[in-house]
């Protein structure tokens, strides 16, 4: 029995690692049919055209390459005064045209790269674009599971890894896959068959050997990009964080995590470079046995008198030809298959199904006043635990209404339905009597503005952050909004102004400015719908005051949709909606759910009742 296990276990393990390369090749062969629209485009003639003449500057340097050992033979012969000397040139002519040879060999090569690097950089630029976008468009659910990090490690790699494929696949090897198969004519044609036949003996066994040890390290060197992946993340995850490291005084903490990740890297890199080195020492025992056998022919053709010495030092010529490429081969197919992997991550993340998407027919939001309407709302971030269970609230043109409740009562997921991050798993929420799932994303987001909890700045100036409300708002708009939002003033203080830095994330800025830099975004955004989520929550009460004036204006003329925490924020709601375990309880303003002593009363008097012994302490 114990054997019988141990053979289906290593059958498994067989059938398993077969399944793994399978897929390996087959990820490989669609990231090139992936890749093969950018350099190929149907619609793009002049693509095509530098295309066609890079690969007709290849051939012709080709062709150029393999006919120059005959002037390096015939100018040995002249000098040897041995055969007829070649077209007459004799060994001075025939040395120049050996070195006009190389010089239009080298020269061919080099128009080939600048003609196509318009080529390549263009397909760089759309892939990168379109990655970019890609990744903007993926649901809420995505971000929120994914490693920002690493994330951008993928696609740093991903992007190098297109570089190298478009310079070395193109122009490496099938270049050489050319040269080798013109050299092998001329050592049958000109020489004799066993010069084809070891030459062609050594290539395939350098390929089959070079192939086979790759094929190993490329598992090696995935381990050591999870590793690198891996530490990257931490090290992001720990600066992004580095308040919360001072608080706790984690930096050794943070440090011994750190250097874990890098510990793993380490081994991962060390593996790598013992393959390699493995790797380089059979290639060189196999082109140098290759070489030794050639030129063994050679030499017996010379001591016989079959062959001049021109002829042994052409046959070097081609050999030394051919082991250069074959020597870069090794590297070239080491790199392009790390490449194809670390491309396939970033198709791989290109092939990430967007979960919130527009219909075909979608039509622009048409917003006539802003009316807003939960009918019925059922929804779960997972199948199995459903958040809101039935959920009607209707806000009508130019009102405020409030969502309170307790932690987990699902505030914060009506708000995330409304801007479209999630679509209702049932009933309908509509604008002015139109289901979001139906418009255009586009034109939902540019009639709803959001003041989060805690606004996020992009590490760049005051100005730029509040100007981010609206593209290509002027700077006297910039103005207003920040004067609207009570924070102009403060910025006429700056030494710089509006051309302050904020600081990576804001953190240059105290929590009530970023909230009023954020408000003035929005506000220059100038939306008919407004979203206030916990805006006031991570505030102290003094500055909660004033940045709670400042969104009363802004909500003047507009459908408000306020989530709160704190209830004294939003005592002067229109209405109140209190939701309790993902289902409405009661609604009213504040006055009247006060008396009628229900949920919103209890929440009221407990926060009341904080509220009175913090400030007492």
Do not use: C
């Not at 390369?21 to 087959?26: F, L, M």
């Not at 060189?284 to 062959?307: E, K, P, R, Y």
Request: aromatic share 8%.
């Amino acid at each position: 029995m114990p054997a019988d296990t141990t053979t289906t276990a290593g059958a498994d393990a067989a059938q398993g690692s077969k399944q793994t390369d399978a897929e390996e090749r087959r990820s490989g062969l669609r990231t090139i049919r992936k890749v093969a629209p950018y350099l190929w485009p149907a619609d793009i003639a002049w693509v095509r055209h530098k295309v066609l003449g890079a690969m007709a500057l290849l051939i012709f340097s080709k062709l150029i390459s393999v006919t120059t050992p005959f002037f390096y033979k015939g100018a040995v012969d002249a000098l040897a005064e041995e055969g007829v000397p070649m077209l007459a040139l004799g060994a001075i002519g025939l040395t120049v045209a050996y070195g006009i040879a190389r010089l239009m060999t080298v020269g061919f090569q080099q128009l080939r790269d600048a003609v196509f690097a318009r080529v390549g950089q263009r397909a760089l630029r759309m892939l990168a674009l379109e990655t970019f976008q890609h990744i903007h468009q993926l649901s809420m659910r995505y971000h929120i599971t994914r490693k920002t990090g690493g994330l951008s490690r993928i696609i740093e790699r991903g992007v190098k890894g297109v570089d190298f494929l478009l310079r070395f696949l193109l122009f490496s090897i099938g270049p050489l896959m050319l040269e080798l198969f013109m050299v092998g004519i001329i050592l049958a044609v000109v020489f004799d068959i066993s010069y084809l036949l070891i030459v062609a003996v050594t290539i395939g066994l350098y390929v089959w050997f070079t192939f086979a040890v790759t094929e190993w390290r490329v598992k090696l060197r995935r381990e050591m990009n999870d590793q690198d992946t891996d530490a990257n993340q931490k090290a992001i995850d720990s600066l992004l964080n580095y308040e919360t490291v001072k608080y706790f005084g984690a930096e050794n903490r943070e440090a011994r995590r750190y250097d874990k990740a890098m510990e793993g890297y380490e081994a991962a890199a060390i593996k790598t470079s013992y393959s390699l080195a493995f790797l380089n020492f059979g290639q060189s025992f196999l082109i140098t046995a290759g070489l030794i056998g050639v030129m063994i022919l050679a030499a017996v053709g010379v001591q016989n008198g079959t062959l001049t010495v021109g002829d042994f030092v052409m046959v070097n010529a081609y050999m030394v030809q051919i082991t250069v490429p074959l020597n870069f081969l090794g590297t070239v197919y080491r790199e392009i298959r790390q490449a194809l992997v670390d491309m396939g991550e970033m198709f791989d993340l290109l092939e990430q199904p967007k979960e919130v998407t527009d219909k075909t027919d979608a039509k622009d939001l048409d917003v006539n006043g802003g009316r807003i309407e939960l009918d019925q709302v059922r929804f779960g971030y997972d199948k199995e635990r459903e958040i809101l269970k039935g959920v009607s609230i209707t806000a009508e043109p130019g009102e405020m209404v409030a969502i309170v409740g307790s932690t987990g009562s699902g505030k914060s997921t009506i708000g995330r339905l409304l801007f479209r991050f999630y679509d209702v798993g049932d009933g309908a929420l509509r604008i002015d009597g139109q289901d979001v799932r139906d418009v255009t994303q586009n034109s939902l987001h540019a009639a709803i503005g959001v003041v989060p909890q805690d606004t996020v700045l992009f590490n760049d100036t005051i100005g730029y952050n509040i100007g981010y409300g609206r593209d290509g708002a002027t700077q006297e708009e910039i103005e207003t909004a920040a004067k609207a939002a009570q924070i102009h003033e403060f910025i006429e203080r700056l030494p710089d102004g509006y051309d302050t830095a904020v600081g990576e994330r804001g953190l240059k800025l105290s929590g009530g400015e970023k909230q009023r830099v954020g408000i003035a975004r929005t506000l220059l955004k100038d939306p008919p719908i407004l979203l206030l989520d916990e805006a006031t929550s991570a505030l102290d009460s003094e500055t909660e005051q004033d940045i709670k004036e400042a969104l009363m204006r802004a909500g003047r003329g507009r459908t408000v949709l306020t989530i709160a925490h704190r209830l004294s924020t939003i005592a002067e709601a229109d209405r109140i909606v209190v939701l309790e375990q993902g289902q409405v309880v009661e609604q009213g303003t504040h006055d009247a759910l006060l008396a009628s002593e229900g949920r919103y009363a209890q929440l009221w008097l407990r926060q009341q009742s904080d509220d009175a012994a913090e400030t007492a302490a």
